[in-house]
């Protein structure tokens, strides 16, 4: 069992950025592959970025590539997004998910935290 609390929202002008942090409960944190997902009001929640477990590989949305950078330190149990160069369209409620498997659909994941709001005013 992994719980998961998401913080570091706020708001923000264009341009800016942000840094959210995920904090994970459970001794098997490490062995869980880590995404961050958004879902702005009216939308589906979308894939934004995610890194593995095994190899740490990273992945990344098409439209947020090169603007955020996702980490993790399995010694703290914290996965982080580092958010810059943000736009009014990055406005959304930000959740983080914690899975066996790394990947971009949301089904992979089993554990969700219950998000953070980052609001990017023009």
């Known amino acids: 069992q992994v719980q998961l609390v998401e913080s570091g929202g706020g708001l923000v002008q264009a341009g800016g950025s942000l840094r959210l942090s995920c904090a994970a409960s459970g001794r098997t944190f490490s062995r869980h592959a880590m995404g961050w997902f958004r879902q702005a009001p009216g939308k589906e929640r979308e894939f934004v970025a995610a890194?593995?477990?095994?190899?740490?590989?990273?992945y990344y949305a098409d439209s947020v590539k090169g603007r955020f950078i996702i980490s993790r330190d399995n010694a703290k149990n914290t996965v982080t997004l580092y958010m810059s160069s943000l736009k009014p369209e990055d406005t959304a409620v930000y959740y983080c998910?914690?899975?066996?498997?790394?990947?971009?659909?949301?089904?992979?994941?089993?554990?969700w935290g219950q998000g953070t709001q980052v609001t990017v005013s023009s």
């Open positions: 998910a914690a899975g066996d498997y790394v990947g971009l659909r949301k089904g992979v994941y089993d554990y």
């Open positions: 890194i593995g477990w095994i190899t740490i590989t990273t």
